[in-house]
């Protein structure tokens, strides 16, 4: 006779650093879904405004609100993790959102004990047009944890923790961390670290969340320190292409990670709070002298790359650290013009 399970306990983690504009919303969303099931653990990383005054005034009692000093979101996410009681994790940011109801039916679908269940999301992009993201999941139930390792490192897409639910007992059996240290791909790693200890996945065609893109994002706000984590990315990547013999991953995830490295630059460039020019030449310059990065786009199929890449990787090779700077400049300035044209 299979044996019922009764109760499962669902652990919520929210990172927050400066958030005095959304404190409030946050607490009183969080009050709204708290319960005997479910455990929410708020991380204050340091916030130097008024966050924490905000959530102690406004957050109900069974709320546990920790407060740490400034290490990034993966050292609060860590820090949550230990502090947790919960059978499942669920890491959310503190400036979205999730459905009314949406807790209930999670507290239910754990009680199957999968290892990782993955749900449909909401984006709303930041002029308010929303996109339901469905995201090719369907396939996901029939997939080994090889499968899915594979199916992680080859799409950006799939890297979210934010609806994805962890057994907290494969995390924690298995010291899986978030890498603290990067600003970029921290969610990504721990989740191929995650996914190669499980047996199986559930996919359930239902959003659960509402993501909301920001203009302050790590994606849109890249200094020349992003590039510590694009390394330490790729070598993950490369980690579990050698161990599961990926030999055609690798070769796809090494011609992504040279194209996203040609690009750093111009997004540095266009990060309206980074004004360092000088600071911009020095990192390109820098990457002229990096042998790993050079090694590896003379390993690749030059055929998989288009002419821009392969001009930018030339002209690095060459050491021609003003031209490709002069490129970066035009290229940014182009960019800037079209947009204030079609605003037009």
């Known amino acids: 006779m299979q044996k019922v399970v009764l ?43 008024n966050t924490k005054e905000l959530l102690e005034n406004n957050i109900s009692s069974d709320i546990i609100l920790i407060s740490k ?47 990782l269940y993955i749900f449909d999301f909401v984006a709303v992009h ?29 799409s950006s897409n799939f890297n979210a923790i934010w609806h994805k639910i962890f057994s907290s007992k494969i995390i924690k059996e298995n010291n899986i961390k978030f890498i603290e240290g990067i600003k970029n791909g921290e969610d990504g790693m721990f989740l191929l670290d995650y996914c190669d200890k499980i047996e199986n996945a559930e996919y359930i065609k239902k959003p659960i969340y ?52 040609s690009r750093l630059p111009q997004h540095i460039k266009r990060n309206v709070k980074y004004k360092d ?27 998989r790359l288009n002419k821009k890449t392969i001009k930018f990787y030339n002209n690095l090779k060459k050491k021609r650290v003003k031209k490709i700077y002069r490129n970066i400049v035009f290229t940014v300035f182009l960019k800037k013009a079209k947009r204030r044209f079609y605003k037009k």
């Not at 499942?88 to 999968?114: L, R």
């Open 126 to 154: 930041i002029s308010g047009r929303s996109v339901y993201n469905t995201n090719f999941f369907s396939k996901i139930n029939d997939l080994s944890n090889v499968d899915l390792i594979n199916k992680i490192m080859l």
């Open 69 to 115: 000093d400034n290490g990034g979101v993966s050292s609060a996410r860590n820090l949550g993790i230990e502090k947790s009681t919960g059978d499942y994790i669920w890491f959310i940011d503190s400036d979205d959102e999730i459905y009314d109801g949406t807790t209930d039916f999670i507290i239910e679908k754990i009680k199957s004990k999968k290892d």
């Open 210 to 261: 509402l993501y909301y893109h920001s203009e302050f994002s790590a994606t849109s706000n890249y200094t020349p320190y992003n590039y510590k984590g694009t390394i330490a990315v790729y070598e993950k990547r490369l980690h579990y292409c050698n161990k599961y013999s990926f030999e055609s991953t690798a070769e796809i995830i090494r011609e992504k990670f040279l194209i996203s490295v």
């Open 277 to 303: 020019n000088g600071g911009l030449k020095e990192f390109i310059c820098s990457l002229s002298r990096d042998e790993f990065l050079l090694n590896e786009y003379n390993l690749c199929d030059k055929s």
């Open 7 to 49: 109760s499962m306990k669902l652990s919520i983690i929210v990172p927050v650093y400066n958030g005095g504009k959304f404190a409030e919303k946050l607490a009183l969303s969080l009050n709204k879904i708290s319960g005997k099931d479910i455990e929410i653990i708020i991380v204050n990383d340091g916030s130097t405004d």
